[in-house]
């Protein structure tokens, strides 16, 4: 039941009770609810850092702005872990993401799922409060894909996944390829540097968009 589900997150998920009539929309935040990039920038420029908007990825991105040379792949993990301390409970909400869950909420039972280190949870579960989306959080350790399919099982209702990395979609394709996958990078700076991820249904460019394009769907089945 919980097969490759890492230790801290197993009892976050038997606190969490779903229905299992009604359908669940799965969502990410960093990216997708919140302005990671923009909280990001303002962070590295505070450590005389910046992103060079190269490509989708933080590795070999983060540059020192004195001779522009790309930190360590290495320093990479602690620096987000100084980030996110420091960070989480301050990112800016994306544009329409609290209207956009509340809609859906007349509709759905809405389940945040972040890859927010967990000794990070509660500060992220206070911005989620304070941005308008009080939803029940899972601070996830690796892949999502098992989490999504423990969350899905036994669902009589059809299950949405909304995430801006690539690999989430294709994790959730292998443990769960019933739950529809949308694409979605709430940075348009990011949103261009990347196409639509390969084991994604569709990729969307804003809250409105996914919101009526799930309401849609759970209504008419189709999309
Ligand atoms: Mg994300």
């Not at 990039?37 to 450590?47: A, C, Y």
């Not at 910046?50 to 792949?73: K, Q, V």
């Not at 100084?82 to 960070?87: A, N």
Request: glycine share 6%.
């Amino acid at each position: 039941m919980f097969t490759g589900i890492h230790d801290e997150v197993r009892p976050q998920l038997q606190g969490l009770t779903i229905d299992r009539d009604r359908p669940l929309v799965i969502t990410d935040a960093d990216e997708v609810l919140f302005n990671f990039m923009i909280g990001l920038e303002d962070f590295l420029k505070s450590l005389e850092l910046y992103f060079d908007w190269s490509s989708f990825a933080l590795t070999g991105n983060i540059r020192r702005t004195s001779d522009r040379e790309p930190i360590e792949a290495a320093e990479v993990g602690a620096l987000l872990a100084d980030f996110f301390d420091q960070r989480c409970a301050v990112l800016p909400a994306v544009d329409g993401a609290a209207e956009g869950l509340a809609s859906l909420s007349e509709h759905a039972q809405i389940v945040v799922l972040s890859n927010v280190p967990p000794k990070y949870a509660d500060k992220r579960r206070s911005s989620l409060s304070d941005k308008g989306m009080d939803f029940p959080l899972i601070a996830n350790v690796g892949s999502k894909g098992q989490v999504v399919r423990y969350l899905t099982e036994g669902l009589k209702a059809p299950a949405y996944f909304i995430d801006d990395i690539p690999h989430n979609h294709s994790s959730v394709n292998e443990h769960a390829a019933h739950v529809h996958r949308l694409h979605y990078i709430a940075d348009p700076r990011l949103s261009d540097l990347l196409g639509p991820a390969e084991h994604s249904h569709s990729r969307l460019y804003n809250w409105p968009e996914i919101s009526a394009h799930i309401i849609r769907h759970i209504e008419t089945g189709e999309y």
